[in-house]
């Protein structure tokens, strides 16, 4: 049984259990998620930053790895802090992008 039907099973049980309810005043709970998604998707502010090239490498790795634009993922990640919601890896050996880093040519003194 494939993952959408084994879903579709679940959610059919649960409420022939009864576990689903009926929300009072459907259309001004419909308008109040709609203003809060409104709201969040606002975007009237532009930033400029500077962050190191391979920080940007890093980013833009990581947001063609969830199929998204880079500057999206930047925009998430800030909200995310901001709000709140931004939650740390567990500690532990990790690479930045899975990809080794290249060793900087210092001067030698």
Excluded: C
């Amino acid at each position: 049984m494939n993952k959408e039907n084994k879903l579709e099973e679940e959610i059919l049980a649960s409420f022939e259990r009864g576990e689903w309810q009926s929300v009072p005043n459907l259309n001004a709970e419909m308008a109040r998620f709609a203003s809060m998604a409104s709201a969040s998707l606002i975007k009237d502010k532009r930033v400029n930053i500077r962050i190191s090239s391979r920080d940007l490498e890093d980013i833009q790795a990581k947001a063609a790895e969830e199929a998204i634009p880079y500057q999206t993922l930047m925009s998430s990640v800030l909200h995310k802090f901001v709000t709140g919601r931004l939650v740390e890896a567990a500690p532990g050996p990790t690479s930045r992008s899975g990809k080794p880093r290249q060793k900087r040519n210092t001067p030698s003194t």
